[in-house]
Each structure stands twice: as structure tokens, then as C-alpha cells.
């Protein structure tokens, strides 16, 4: 035996996906929806402390409907207290919550008595097709300029195109909504510039939405594209004969797809959050109006509830995320194959 | 290719050449300039609006309402005849002030936490990794509105709140650094030296791990600025009378078919402040490197 | 060999723009390489080597740029060609075998589709004929079980069978012309040794051109048919391999072949100390065995040293050679006390390293110093060179300050530094002073044993040679051991005493340098010692062995 010095990797060297087999995959599976439970009751946990410990004085006053500018007695606050369901020992109102989030029950509205889960679910269709537009804009339209300016061989072209990365990422969503409206409502009639109603009322929302995640996935995807692209095994290929058009389209991309992929969990977080203002801009319903609601309403309830969708959505989308990154590179799926 | 490589060499014992100067010396680049100067600009306006805009931010004259931009009024007049121009420039301060504020909650808050995690393996690392991995899935603006809901309204709750939310960020990237510096041949050399753990953190693993860390804080600075205008469009600001930009393009939206330029204007100064602050983030990275 | 000349190179420049100015990497080179032979190209880093070869490939990066000159392939000039032009030149008349192989071969492709494009690229195949040729092609370069290869991902395979991949790559489509840069540096002894073997074979019996880049004259002189040699961007010698070597013409091959270890007269008088004298050994290990990974999931815990014993004596040099992973590095750092063994023996100057405590420790650490291998990383880049060297004797309190500053120009004297050099910062500084810095501050506080981990393997043929006789004579000077761990037998033999081979954890074979290096007894010692031969193409017969 002469090759025990030039060795194959040997399939159950530690990696981090753990152990050999299926039967790891698996493992490994269940090791992450662990770790997303976890994170999940951690996120609730804060919004809890944040909501239900913190409360001072002068919000449970507006709770209540008391003018906060004149003292308010003890009496007064604890009646505010048991009204909303802030009352009894923490401890208790914290496993009555916990338990409630279990068994999707996240309470009442502090407002209007509706359950909250009842809330969130009429206010997210509209919010959904929204996000779904503008991440698919996002991906396009990014996905284009980034590799356009990994191809391109002009310097400027490849600044400009660069330059709408750091744009993009610079101008608030609410200023580009507007400057939308102006130019696309009321200088050229094209699109309403409020309201749910059809398929074009659509159109300037999504953009609006769409422009700051765009520029992310341009950056990134520049970068780790122009990465790929000057490694050797793009050198080998060049070598081979192949075109750069070739190289880029059947070498760089693939390689350049983890970092993206990785962004996309974040950005499809994002526009969940970025909802709240583009739909406040452009009056329309959904999660971000809820939102906006809760929190001039002082609904605590409505909050801790958007705190923990906030999170299972984010989280759940990390983990489709990992779990898609070893079907785009095989080295991540080192030890998960015999 | 070390073409770099090649100036003679000096030193009689040594037939090696040594690294030339400009490797060494950091040289002031263009791309670090002028971002740099623009951000200079921001902070001599906030602190001295006066400087460029003599007019009084609030003073309302109902003659001059929803003006034009002219040479009197550079960005026109609002609604009640008070100029914009001079309230962009008052509205500087308390942007930059609240960008800051967040920014050092998270620098400090989140530089802690990276240099436990990356100084302590095992269980200790791993919650960090778990909290970092909780405040992530709660966006900045949420934690925000989430603060001001519990605590009641104020820039400086919201600034905090941001702050909260950009820990983790800080936090992933010192904890990286940290291991990656204490890893280094130089680190461990000092350990073999007999210099102890805290003077070797002290004095090899700070220092050389610091840069990146602080480079994200311009970026992340540019954020929690855009989030807290958000925030002011939102009317979770400071209450009326004061200039704070996402107040005034949200009252300038009510005249945007005609008056266009209230709305518009602000928003550009805005992203200027905000484009040079994550230029100079990205230009102090690359130095970095 | 025919003598008729296939690829001209004349009056080649090519320069980099580095930091706002130009930096000539080549100027106004002349290189032939004749049809059908295999051409060396030698020269150290910074001699424009690799820029040459990717100026014939026309692969020069983008901030490169060709100032003057031609290549002509058959009368044509390749640097004149269109992009589109050299396409169809590039993998059909010019192959090209990179340097490292594990960034070489694109890690989300599977091997069998990486081949076929380069095939694909310029004859019109599908189907079964594609796959039928693939397999051709790596059986071709040497590799067996090719379907499973063809399946296989580049991580899947090791080293050597991914540089094979690249060379079947590389002639895929009948490149008249095969450049090779540094085809094997990345590889163990053993592997490159037999990938050479090879592709020379390949190439030979197809009547191709090879050029080799190398910065390993051993392996040049009887590999290859002719030498060129390169020194800052010229060609100072050229000429029929055995030739140069006999009777080098140009001063610069003749202080580079007098500094390659192994070629260089094997000094004689080295200083033996006489060991019957020493009473006790600075370090000794028995039976230490240490493992990593396993973990509660239920990973398998990988191995790193099993039953190793060993004796360091004092103002000897302990030599650990073996491969990567075969567990010298290991050693060494349960030697410093950064790793504690799982089980077995560690004594350090006599005490058992379990019995220790905190402080003992401390002080016995003060008696053990560390070189190692990476000379930009072993400095810290913000401290200067004088307080990196002062750092252990501030940390141990020695001396005042005054005394401390006199050490740092005493220690700087030592390893043929300037004084001034104590201001500098590690960024001025090239890799060789570097290492000059790093030896000074290992021997700061007067150390009864440095570790050696690898200390010139980062560094140029010439530069290797001064320090490692920096090293020799601070040895006869002060006595000092060295735990010299190598994974370059010529280097070893240049300057140990006592040398212990490792092998997956185990020392296989340990004694006297002559007695190991004359008079091998394990199979394993032997493969080492004739590949490493055979990697300088020497003509030792005993093959052990087949190929795997």
C-alpha cells in the first residue's frame, strides 16, 4: 500500500454536518428545528419582558383612556392593570402566554378583543402578494446588474452599475415611494398611487419595496461572482477554451449562489419589516398598516404578537436557507452522503 | 506575484529584498476623501446650522407660504411659510445624534458579547450564539416600534431599541475576528513567551481584530439613520415642531402633485448623509484588508 | 530531441500596476522551448517565473500588462490573437496544469462533466462517446475506477487524483503544448513524485512540448531536457539541462544550485555533541496518544498521535519528518504545552507536565520557544520588530529596561540584522528577515529548546540556506536543541542529528540521521526517501509498491 499519504477525504471525518449516513441527515435536521424552537421561545421571551415587564406608568394610562397629563392613583393604574390582562404574578402571565403561543393562541387585542391570530391572518394576504412581488423584483433585477457587472470588462459600466448598490442601500423606502408617486401618479397618470385595488396598484408598491433589497443582492452577488470568476478553477475553464460568457454562466454562478441564497433569508425578513412603511406610503392593507395601528394604540397585545410572526418567519426562512445551501454546493454535503 | 517585492535591498547581511514603502505606509485615497469630507460637512451643520442657514427653522410667515426654491428660500417654504431650507440644516443634529446613540449601543453592546463569545468556547459561546441568533430574527424597526410601545415615544427609546437590534451584528463579526487573530501564529507566540491570556487579548488580539469591527459601525450608523427617519416619517418622532427630515417628507406627501420639490428635497439630503457614511464604512474595510 | 524551436519567446516585458505605479515582473525576456521536449523554467519568487507562463496562456490578471514582445506557437504570435482567436487555441493547441489543485477544479461540478466540457469545447461529442472518451482521459492520466471518479466531486478526491483530473484536463483536447506551473508544489513528496512521472510519460509519448515552472531546481535539472533559468524578470542561463547543472555559466545558478539543499555539498562538519555526557533529556514522551472531533452527536474522534515516544537531547536538533496529517505538528505543540495529551507520558527538563502546576508551568514554557512556519503571521503587524523581540523579556520580567533594549540589539546582532531594523514594522520586512525576527524573539530569553515547525518551507531555496545555517551556527554557538519538525527530507538532512519519521499518528522510525537516511529499515522510510529522489529524478531503482 503505497497511497496511505495521498488519502481520499474519508467520508466520516468530523465536518460540520455531523455524522456519516442518512441517518445524519436527519440528525441534522432535527438538531436545527431545535435550534429554531429555541430561538423562537428566546424571541418570545424578550418580547415578553419588553412588553409585559417594562410597561411604565404613563402607557398603561393611555391604555386606559386616562388624560395622562394629571397624576393617576394606584387604584386607577391596578383596575387598567386587570382590565388588559397585565395583573396577577409574572410568572403566571408568562406561561399563560407560552402556552397560548403553543397552541397558536396569541391573545387578544388589547383594542378591539379580536384574537390577534385572527388579525394577522386577514392582514397578511395583501402583505404577501406585496413581499412575493418585490422579492422576486429584487432577485431579478439584482441577479441582472450583479452579474452584468462581474461580465462587464467596462470600468464605468461596472462603477455605475456598483453605484446603484450603494444608492439603493443610502435612500429611505418611504423618499423612493414618493418620489414614485410624484413621477408615475401625478406627473404621468400610470399607476394609483394608493389603495389595494388590482394588479396595478401593485406595480409602484413592489418597486418601492424591492429597490433596497436589489441593491443588497447586487452587491453581494457581484462580489462573490467577481470571486469566483478569478479563482482558478475559472482559469482552468478559461483553459479549456470556454468563453467568459461560458465561465460565468456554467462555473460562476453556481459558486457564487451560497452567499445570495444566505441573503435571500434576510431580505424575505426584510420585507416583511420594509411592509410597514411602503404600506404606510402607499395606504394600503396589510401587516405593516396593522402594525402601524398597534403601536399608535398602544396595543401590546398586537405587538407581542407581530414580535413573535417576526421571528418564526425570519427563522423558518434561515432554515430553508441552510437546508437548501448543500444541494448548491456539494461540499456542504460532506459527510450527510456515503 | 510579489512584483511588489523587488526594491533593492539595503541590508548587507540579507540578499532578500524587503517590502516597499507603499505597502506600508497607509496612504489617504481618494475613495476615503471625500466621504469623508462630506461627512465632516454633516457634522459642522449639525453642530452650527447657523453657518449655512441664517433663517429661523421655525419662525412661520403665512404671506411666504409653499414657496418655490429660490435664492431667499434654497429648498422653497412649507405649509405655514417657514423655510425648509433652514430646517434640513436644524434637522441635522438630532439624525446624526440618534444615528450615533444606536450605533454605540451596538458597538459596545455587541463588541462585549462578540469578545466573550470569541474568548470562551463551549456552552458559554454557544447561548451568544443563541441571543444573537434570537435579537437577529427581530428586525430594527420592529424592536423599535415594539420599545415605543412599551416604554411610550421618544427618538432617544427608538435609537436605543436599534441599538438592541444591531448587536448581534457586531457581535458575529468581533466574535470572527477574535478567534481568527487568536489563531494566528503571532497569538500563540505570545502565549509560548509567557505573556498571559489577558495582556496577550489586550495587546495582540484587540488591536488586530478591531478594524473590521468598526468599519461595519459606519455602516450600520448609515442604517439606524435611515430606520429612524422611518421612524419620524412614521410620526414616531419627536412631536411637531421640531425639523426632523422623515417628519418633513411625510408633511411635504400632502403637496407632492404640486409643491414636489418638500418631499423631495429633504430625502436627498438625507441619502447624501447617508452614502457617505457607508462609503467611508466601505473605504475604511478596504483599508483594513 | 529535436532542436527546432516550437514556442519563441523574444524580448517579452510585462509589468503590474501595484499601488498607482508600474513594477516590471519581466523585462525583455528571450526563452525557446524546442518541440517535443520538456523545458524547465526555473527561478524564486518575484522572478517572473508564473507571469511568463501566463503571458504564453494569455492569462495574464487584469492588472498586468504586456509591454513589449512576442510568443510565438508554430509562427504565430499569441499575444497579437483576438479573445475569440485564442479560444480556439486555448485547450486544443495550448493545455495548461495549474498550480494548486484543490482551487483548481470547480468544487460544484462533478469531475466526469469538467472533463467533458473541455472536451466538448472543441470536437463535437455526446452521449456515450463523450462519457467512453472521459474515462479514456483519466485512465490516461493514471487514475483508476473512473466511473466512480467521473461521479465523484472534487472534494471527494485527494490531492494527487485531482492534479491527475487537471492533467487530463490539460490534454483533453491535444494540446500540442502543455505549460505547467508549479504542477506539484501543493502535493506531499510521495504524490508529486509519482503525478510528475506521469505527465512527463503523457507528454513524452505524444511528441507534446512541456514546460515546467518551478522553483525547484532539483526537480528541473533531471526532469527536464533543457533549463532556463529566470532571475528578476530575465533569462540569466539557458541550455541543456545536465549542462547547467555540470557547468553553470551565469553566477546567480551557481549561488542557487549551491543553496538548494540536498544538491549542496553535505556539510561534514557538523558540530556532534557528545551525548554521553548528558545525564537527562529536555523532553521526553512515552506512549502519548491524542485525539480530536467526538463529540456528543457521536462523531468518530479522529486519531491525531497514537503511542507516541520520543527523547530530545540537549544541543542536539530532534528532526520529526512525515507528511501532512501524519501528526509532526501535533507533537510539537504537546511539546509547548498549547495541546495536553489524551494519555501516555509528557515530561519536560524532568517534570512530568501532569504534575505541574500553573506557575511551574510558566517557567518551564520560558525554557521552551517556538519558530514557525508562516514568517508574515508569526509577527504581530502593529508591534515593531524591537518590541516583538523584548516581548518575552518584558513578559518575564527580565532585566530593566536598558538591559531589555541591549538583549533586543544583542539578539538582532545575532541573527545579521541591522540595529535600525528595531524600529521597523513586520510589513517592511521580507519573509526570510522576518523568520530572523521570529528566531531572535525564540531565543530572547535564553531557551534550552526551540521548536522549528516547518521554518523554511515558506521561504526561497537561497533564503532557506541562510537560515538555516543561521540556525546551525546559533546551535554550536549556544547550545541550544531544536525540535525541527520538516516535511522536506533534504532540508532535514541538512541539519539534524536525530531524526524521527512519522506516518498516521505513529513514529514508524526513529535514530541517527546517517543510520536513517543510509540505512532505512521500514517500507514507509524508504517510499519517503525515494520519492524524494525521485522527485529530483534521481535513479534509485527499489520500487515498493504500485501505484494506488
Redesign the interface.
Known amino acids: ?9 474519508h467520508p ?3 465536518s460540520r454536518a ?2 456519516g449516513g442518512p441517518a445524519g441527515f436527519s ?1 441534522l435536521l432535527l ?1 436545527r428545528v431545535g ?1 429554531v424552537l ?3 421561545w ?2 418570545f421571551t ?2 415578553f419582558i ?2 409585559n415587564v ?3 406608568d ?2 398603561l394610562a393611555k391604555l386606559g383612556g386616562v388624560d395622562a397629563n394629571r397624576q393617576i392613583t394606584e387604584a386607577e393604574l391596578a383596575a387598567i392593570r386587570a382590565q388588559v390582562g397585565l395583573d396577577g404574578p409574572l410568572v403566571t402571565q408568562y406561561l399563560q402566554r407560552l402556552g397560548g403561543v403553543v397552541t397558536l393562541n396569541l391573545g387578544h387585542s388589547l383594542q378591539t378583543r379580536e384574537p390577534v391570530l385572527d388579525m394577522l391572518v386577514t392582514a397578511l394576504p395583501p402583505t404577501l402578494q406585496l413581499a412575493a412581488a418585490g422579492f422576486l423584483l429584487a432577485i431579478a433585477f439584482g441577479g441582472l446588474l450583479g452579474a452584468t457587472a462581474a461580465y462587464t470588462r467596462t470600468p464605468w459600466l461596472r462603477t455605475a452599475l456598483l453605484a446603484f448598490g ?2 439603493g ?7 423612493i415611494g ?2 414614485l ?2 413621477l408615475f401618479s ?1 406627473w404621468l397618470p400610470l399607476f394609483p398611487a394608493s389603495g389595494t385595488a388590482g394588479p396595478s396598484s401593485l406595480v409602484l408598491p413592489a418597486i418601492t419595496l424591492a429597490i433596497m433589497p436589489a441593491s443588497l443582492v447586487t452587491q453581494v452577488f457581484y462580489e462573490s461572482l467577481a470571486r469566483a470568476m478569478s ?3 475559472a ?10 460568457m461560458r465561465v460565468l454562466v ?2 460562476g454562478i ?2 457564487a449562489a451560497v452567499p445570495v441564497v444566505t441573503l435571500a433569508g434576510v431580505v424575505a ?2 420585507l ?2 420594509g411592509s ?2 411602503v404600506e ?2 402607499f395606504s394600503r392593507a396589510g401587516i405593516g398598516y396593522l ?2 395601528n ?3 394604540t ?3 397585545s398586537v ?2 404578537g ?2 413573535v410572526f ?2 418564526v418567519v ?2 423558518t426562512l434561515n432554515l430553508l436557507v441552510d437546508l437548501a445551501c448543500p444541494f ?4 456542504m454535503r ?1 459527510g450527510m452522503t456515503s | 506575484m510579489t512584483a511588489a517585492r523587488q526594491a533593492p535591498a539595503p541590508a548587507a547581511a540579507v540578499t532578500e529584498s524587503p517590502g516597499s514603502g507603499p505597502l506600508v505606509r497607509p496612504r489617504v485615497r481618494p475613495e476615503f476623501v471625500l466621504p469623508a469630507v462630506v461627512v465632516a460637512f454633516f457634522v459642522l451643520i449639525a453642530l452650527w446650522p447657523e453657518l449655512i442657514a441664517s433663517q429661523d427653522p421655525t419662525l412661520a410667515q403665512p404671506r411666504e407660504r409653499l414657496l418655490p426654491p429660490s435664492a431667499e428660500h434654497l429648498f422653497g417654504t412649507d405649509s405655514i411659510g417657514r423655510d425648509q431650507f433652514a430646517r434640513v440644516a436644524h434637522g441635522t443634529l438630532p439624525s446624526l445624534r440618534a444615528g450615533l446613540i444606536a450605533v454605540s449601543i451596538g458597538l459596545v453592546g455587541g463588541g462585549l458579547l462578540g469578545l466573550v463569545s470569541g474568548f470562551s468556547r463551549g456552552p458559554l459561546d454557544l447561548a451568544i450564539a443563541r441571543l444573537c441568533d434570537a435579537l437577529l430574527a427581530i428586525p430594527g424597526l420592529l424592536m423599535a416600534l415594539a420599545f415605543l410601545t412599551a416604554i411610550g415615544s421618544g427618538v432617544t427609546v427608538a435609537a436605543c431599541a436599534i441599538g438592541i437590534a444591531q448587536m448581534p451584528v457586531f457581535a458575529r463579526v468581533m466574535r470572527a475576528e477574535v478567534k481568527r487573530v487568536s489563531a494566528l501564529p503571532y497569538t500563540e507566540a505570545a502565549a509560548a513567551a509567557g505573556v498571559g491570556p489577558v495582556a496577550t487579548a489586550v495587546r495582540h488580539v484587540l488591536p488586530n481584530s478591531w478594524g473590521p469591527v468598526l468599519a461595519l459601525a459606519a455602516l450600520e450608523c448609515g442604517q439606524a439613520i435611515l430606520i429612524l427617519s422611518s421612524l419620524s416619517y412614521l410620526g414616531f418622532g419627536e412631536p411637531p415642531p421640531a425639523p426632523e427630515w422623515g417628519a418633513l417628507i411625510a408633511a411635504g406627501q400632502s403637496y407632492l402633485a404640486v409643491q414636489w420639490w418638500l418631499a423631495v428635497l429633504p430625502g436627498v439630503v438625507l441619502a447624501a448623509m447617508v452614502i457617505a457614511i457607508t462609503r467611508l464604512g466601505h473605504a475604511a474595510r478596504r483599508n483594513d484588508r | 530531441m529535436t532542436s527546432d524551436a516550437h514556442v519563441q519567446v523574444r524580448g517579452l516585458s510585462v509589468s503590474y500596476r501595484v499601488g498607482g505605479r508600474q513594477v516590471t515582473a519581466v523585462n525583455d525576456l528571450d526563452i525557446e522551448f524546442c518541440r517535443g521536449a520538456v523545458t524547465a523554467v526555473v527561478g524564486e519568487s518575484g522572478s517572473g517565473k508564473s507571469t511568463v507562463a501566463r503571458a504564453i496562456a494569455g492569462i495574464l490578471p487584469s492588472n498586468a500588462r504586456v509591454d513589449a514582445g512576442e510568443v510565438l506557437l508554430g509562427g504565430q504570435d499569441l499575444l497579437r490573437l483576438s479573445e475569440r482567436q485564442l479560444r480556439t487555441i486555448r485547450g486544443s493547441r495550448v493545455g495548461f496544469v495549474p498550480q494548486d489543485p484543490t482551487a483548481s477544479l470547480n468544487p460544484t461540478q462533478r469531475i466526469g462533466a469538467q472533463v467533458a466540457e473541455a472536451v466538448v469545447l472543441h470536437l463535437p461529442m455526446r452521449g456515450a462517446a463523450l462519457r467512453d472518451r472521459v474515462g479514456e482521459l483519466l485512465a490516461g492520466a493514471g487514475l483508476t475506477d473512473v466511473k466512480r471518479i467521473s461521479r465523484s466531486f472534487p472534494h471527494e478526491l485527494s490531492g494527487g487524483m485531482r492534479q491527475r483530473v487537471l492533467i487530463a484536463i490539460a490534454l483533453a483536447g491535444g494540446a500540442e503544448l502543455v505549460i505547467a506551473d508549479e504542477p506539484t508544489s501543493a502535493l506531499d513528496v510521495t504524490v508529486a513524485a509519482r503525478v510528475l512521472d506521469q505527465l512527463t510519460k503523457m507528454v513524452t509519448s505524444a511528441g507534446t512540448t512541456l514546460v515546467i515552472i518551478t522553483h525547484d531546481l532539483s526537480l528541473a535539472t533531471h526532469r527536464a531536457d533543457r533549463v532556463a533559468v529566470l532571475h528578476r524578470g530575465a533569462a540569466v542561463e539557458a541550455g541543456p539541462a545536465a549542462e547547467v547543472m555540470a557547468r553553470p555559466r551565469h553566477e546567480y545558478t551557481s549561488q542557487l544550485l549551491a543553496s538548494t539543499p540536498g544538491l549542496r555539498d553535505r556539510r561534514q562538519d557538523r558540530v556532534r555533541p557528545d551525548t554521553s555526557a548528558v545525564d537527562g533529556a529536555l523532553v521526553r514522551l512515552e506512549g502519548v496518544s491524542k485525539s480530536f472531533g467526538g463529540s456528543r452527536y457521536g462523531r468518530a474522534a479522529v486519531a491525531a498521535l497514537s503511542d507516541v515516544s520520543l527523547r530530545l537531547l540537549p544541543g542536539r536538533t530532534f528532526a520529526l519528518i512525515g507528511e501532512s496529517g501524519s501528526g509532526k505538528s501535533t507533537t510539537a505543540r504537546i511539546v509547548l504545552g498549547l495541546e495536553r495529551a489524551d494519555s501516555g507520558t509528557v515530561e519536560l527538563f524532568g517534570h512530568d507536565l501532569a504534575d505541574v502546576g500553573r506557575h511551574a508551568m510558566r517557567e518551564l514554557r520560558r525554557r521552551v520557544q517556538v519558530v514557525y512556519q508562516s514568517p508574515f503571521a508569526s509577527l504581530d503587524p502593529r508591534f515593531s520588530v524591537g518590541r516583538s523581540i523584548r516581548e518575552p523579556l518584558v513578559a518575564h520580567r527580565a532585566g530593566t529596561r536598558a538591559e531589555q533594549l541591549a538583549r533586543v540589539d544583542e539578539l538582532l546582532n545575532l541573527v545579521r540584522l541591522p540595529s535600525s531594523y528595531a524600529r521597523r514594522r513586520p510589513a517592511e520586512l521580507s519573509g526570510g528577515q522576518c523568520q530572523r525576527v521570529a528566531i531572535a524573539r525564540a531565543l530572547a530569553l535564553s531557551p534550552e529548546l526551540v521548536v522549528c515547525d516547518e521554518p523554511v518551507s515558506a521561504l526561497d531555496a537561497s533564503v532557506q540556506a541562510q537560515v538555516l545555517d543561521l540556525l546551525r551556527e546559533i546551535q554550536e554557538r549556544s547550545g541550544v536543541a531544536y525540535l525541527f519538525i520538516s516535511h522536506d527530507l533534504a532540508v532535514v538532512r541538512d541539519i539534524a542529528h536525530d531524526v524521527a519519521v512519522m506516518q498516521n499518528g505513529r513514529i514508524v522510525e526513529s535514530g541517527g540521521i546517517d543510520d536513517i537516511f543510509e540505512r532505512p529499515t521500514q517500507p514507509f522510510t524508504r517510499l519517503l526517501l525515494e520519492a524524494s529522489l525521485r522527485h529530483a529524478g534521481g535513479t534509485v531503482e527499489a520500487t515498493i509498491g504500485s501505484e494506488g
Do not use: C
Request: charged residues 15%; proline residues 7%; positive net charge.
Open positions: 500500500m503505497v497511497t496511505t499519504t495521498d488519502r481520499a477525504p466520516a471525518r468530523p455531523g455524522t440528525m438538531r435550534q429555541f430561538v423562537i428566546l424571541a424578550l418580547s419588553l412588553l417594562l410597561p411604565g404613563a402607557v450603494t444608492i442601500t443610502a435612500v429611505p423606502a418611504f423618499w414618493i418620489s408617486i410624484t401625478f479563482e482558478p478553477f482559469t482552468t475553464a478559461v483553459m479549456k477554451g470556454a468563453s467568459r456554467r462555473h453556481r459558486n425578513g426584510y416583511l419589516v410597514v412603511v404606510t406610503v402594525t402601524v398597534a403601536v399608535r398602544v396595543d401590546l405587538i407581542s407581530l414580535v417576526s421571528a425570519f427563522v448548491i454546493d456539494p461540499r460532506a
